[in-house]
């Protein structure tokens, strides 16, 4: 399912592509044409606006050599938990066709991971953890020349998050796999831009891949000993509204 997932998005990601160069060429050769609204904010160096989203996340978990070992655990998978984004965006013009961008955001997601035992010895068990995320993305964003008051674009940067929900250091979780309330991604996505009158519509579709082991080891813990390392994943859609 998750290879099958990612085969989708990267075809996704491979024909917006396309139609990212397509309109690039495209507006080159004809742009200026209907671009009304886009000359008000051509002016500006600098906007900000709001941002809301939805977002569908999970851990990529790493089995270690222990698990092999295990006769108890058979498979472990991580399931993909609903969430939604609420953020500030805050957009600095570096030249005609990039921008750096700052996103701090707030953001709730929902992730599981599962371990499938042997039925004489247990049922599945699963582990829920619901994160309020504080997150600070730091981007660049590529644009396509407009056209009619829309430009396509491409976006790559970094971003920290850190859960403030984060139940590992209580003593509730003591006997629970902990995750850690710190984390790295690298981040990179696409989107369009809408140029109206009085403020910019971009929606925009985001890939999230966790860089740093969010496991925090438990050595007495069985969930955590057959487990090497938990990656965070996460698909986000969202629409900006900026001005």
Do not use: C, W
């Amino acid at each position: 399912m998750y290879l099958k997932t990612q085969f989708n998005l990267g075809r996704t990601l491979l024909a917006i592509g396309f139609l990212f160069l397509f309109h690039s060429a495209f507006s080159q050769k004809f742009g200026g044409n209907g671009n009304y609204n886009f000359q008000d904010f051509q002016q500006k160096p600098y906007y900000f606006g709001i941002t809301l989203g939805i977002n569908s996340s999970s851990f990529n978990p790493y089995r270690s050599s222990e698990f092999i070992q295990n006769d108890s655990i058979l498979a472990i998978e991580g399931v993909n938990g609903p969430g939604f984004n609420l953020g500030i965006v805050t957009n600095l013009k570096i030249g005609d066709y990039f921008d750096f961008r700052f996103l701090p955001t707030l953001s709730f997601a929902e992730r599981r991971i599962e371990f499938s035992r042997d039925r004489r010895i247990g049922p599945v068990t699963q582990r829920r953890i619901e994160s309020v995320l504080v997150e600070m993305p730091f981007q660049f964003r590529y644009k396509s020349a407009p056209f009619n008051d829309i430009r396509l674009f491409l976006i790559g940067g970094i971003k920290y998050s850190f859960d403030v929900a984060s139940d590992s250091r209580t003593k509730q979780a003591e006997n629970l796999l902990k995750i850690s309330p710190s984390d790295f991604s690298i981040e990179y996505g696409a989107g369009i831009q809408f140029f109206f009158p009085f403020f910019i519509f971009s929606p925009e579709f985001k890939i999230s891949q966790g860089i740093g082991n969010t496991l925090i080891y438990n050595r007495s813990l069985e969930e955590s000993t057959v487990l090497e390392k938990l990656l965070s994943r996460t698909f986000t859609i969202s629409l900006h509204f900026e001005g």
